[in-house]
């Protein structure tokens, strides 16, 4: 039997196609270069109305594509040959700064020169005090460092036309309310709002208040398409629910996990048990210094750390590509954020694993997810589990450390080639390859990983000897 959808006709455009919006056609050649075919939900639902000039508050949940639908509205009100700062995006932490930045980069090499310049802090004033001086169309920074920036008047906004303000609930989490409203005041009153968060807080109804006209408010729903994930409940009683994270990795296997905690301080002890038992763990939690959260990132994105453990704060708005399993340790108490973590797995028509330990305790909130979902929970028994395989699961790769970056000029080129062409590892050797400002990581084989650090530290990159360590555990 065939089955053919009423509006299948291959040349109508359908409602989500980038074609039906007022886009340039190099935009849309650039979109599609990128790969994207077609738009998400939220850009279907902010993006029309955005691209009309209205004030827009979006809710969509992380990994959405809030990013593109933001990006091209603010690139659309551009004018690139006018020299002075058009929009400004205020985000929670440098690290989704700089996502941010690349993701308008991407979306706007359609067009000539558009430049775009990052202000956060952690990084010395000077440089960015140059850098703006040579002139800068697109702004993304954090709201502190951007306050300093309005004090000294080295930043200049009189010729914005859109304000971002992006992973908004997590600013005002971060306690930056006051901050934003006071950036959002230097801004001329005649210029474009958009608001785009994963939850909506009572704070982001004040927020907007105090500075959005008439806004559109578009919501996506949480809600998950549901059959793509399996969700398996266990009861556990507290003490010993950190030893139940281990018997579900020993069971399961899951390639990459995320494991959810509702506290710091049991992220802290989780990951305590798991690498005391030999996992490849590590903990993304608010206190880390920038430095230490991106080597967290890089190694779990890059496939030489099978399992992060973390609170949803740290890991709100981070771009990891599907995990094969997510667990939550702790049940949270709201329902919308259990779908958020769930989330995670299951992208992109894969299948999904999500893992649920609750104690007696926690029944009341394991009641309210169900509720959202509309569904009851699937319970098994710990005493079900037995290992699979030989110990933990280990990684396939690990990951070198290169002192020096982009200041340095290096290039992700320059290391495959210091690899592959000097030394003669194979491409498939070489995994991910990360330029920070600073430093360089690269995932290599796990077979190969001493070996080629120590060549490494022999040879040169660019001309120049460097610097390089194993990352281990
Ligand atoms: P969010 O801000 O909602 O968490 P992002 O903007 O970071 O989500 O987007 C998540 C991922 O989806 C990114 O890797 C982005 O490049 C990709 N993406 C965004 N829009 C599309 C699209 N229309 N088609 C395909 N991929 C997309
Ligand atoms: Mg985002």
């Known amino acids: 039997m065939t089955t053919a959808s009423p509006n299948a006709s291959p040349t109508a455009a359908s409602a989500t196609d980038f074609s039906q919006l007022p886009l340039s056609p190099a935009t849309l050649a650039n979109l599609q270069q990128l790969g994207y075919l077609a738009m998400t939900p939220i850009q279907a639902a902010s993006l029309p109305p955005a691209l009309l000039g209205k004030d827009i508050i979006a809710q969509a949940k992380t990994g959405s594509g809030k990013t593109a639908a933001f990006a091209l509205t603010l690139l659309a009100n551009l004018n690139p040959r006018r020299f002075a700062v058009q929009t400004l995006v205020l985000c929670p932490t440098r690290e989704l700064a700089d996502q941010v930045t690349t993701e308008i980069r991407r979306l706007a090499r359609a067009e000539d020169n558009i430049k775009v310049v990052t202000l956060c802090g952690g990084v010395p004033l000077r440089g960015q005090l140059a850098t703006l001086e ?25 010729a914005l036309n859109t304000l971002v303000l992006d992973e908004a609930d997590r600013m005002l989490d971060m306690g930056f309310f006051d901050d934003i409203v006071k950036v959002a005041r230097q801004c001329p009153k005649e210029r474009q709002t958009l608001l785009f968060s994963a939850t909506y807080p009572e704070g982001i109804a004040k927020l907007a208040a105090q500075f959005m006209r008439d806004p559109v408010t578009v919501k996506v729903e949480a809600q998950h398409a549901g059959g793509q994930i399996e969700q398996r409940w266990y009861q556990v009683k507290d003490s010993e629910r950190l030893h139940a994270v281990s018997q579900l990795l020993l069971h399961f ?9 509702n506290t710091k301080a049991q992220c802290r002890d989780l990951v305590g048990v798991l690498q005391a038992q030999g996992f490849s763990a590590l903990a993304l939690f608010g206190e880390l210094e920038q430095r230490e959260r991106d080597q967290v990132l890089v190694r779990f994105a890059n496939k030489s750390c099978s399992v992060l453990v973390a609170t ?12 094969a399993a997510v667990i939550n340790v702790d049940v949270t108490p709201d329902p919308e954020v259990h779908i958020h973590r769930i989330g995670r797995t299951g992208r992109a028509g894969e299948s999904g694993l999500a893992l649920n330990l609750a104690s007696m305790d926690e029944m009341g909130y394991v009641g309210r997810i169900e509720q959202l979902q509309g569904r009851e929970s699937e319970w098994h028994e710990l005493a079900e589990l ?8 280990v990684p396939p790769m690990v990951t070198l450390h290169i002192q020096g970056g982009r200041k340095e000029k290096i290039r992700p080129g320059d290391v495959l080639g210091a690899l592959t062409a000097d030394l003669g590892y194979t491409r498939e050797q070489v995994g991910k390859i990360n330029v920070n400002e600073w430093s360089t990581y690269v995932a290599v084989d796990r077979d190969i990983a001493q070996q080629a650090a120590s060549r490494l530290n022999d040879g040169r990159i660019k001309g120049k000897s460097v610097k390089v360590r194993v990352l281990e555990d």
């Open 253 to 261: 296997r899951p390639a990459s996990t995320l494991a959810f905690c």
């Open 386 to 393: 037995t290992p699979t395989g030989k110990g933990p699961l």
């Open 312 to 323: 949803d704060v740290a890991a709100r708005g981070l771009d990891i590509a599907s995990l």
């Open 134 to 158: 040579h002139g800068a169309h697109i702004v993304v920074g954090t709201p502190g460092r951007l306050m300093d920036h309005l004090e000294r008047q080295s930043l200049q906004l009189d």
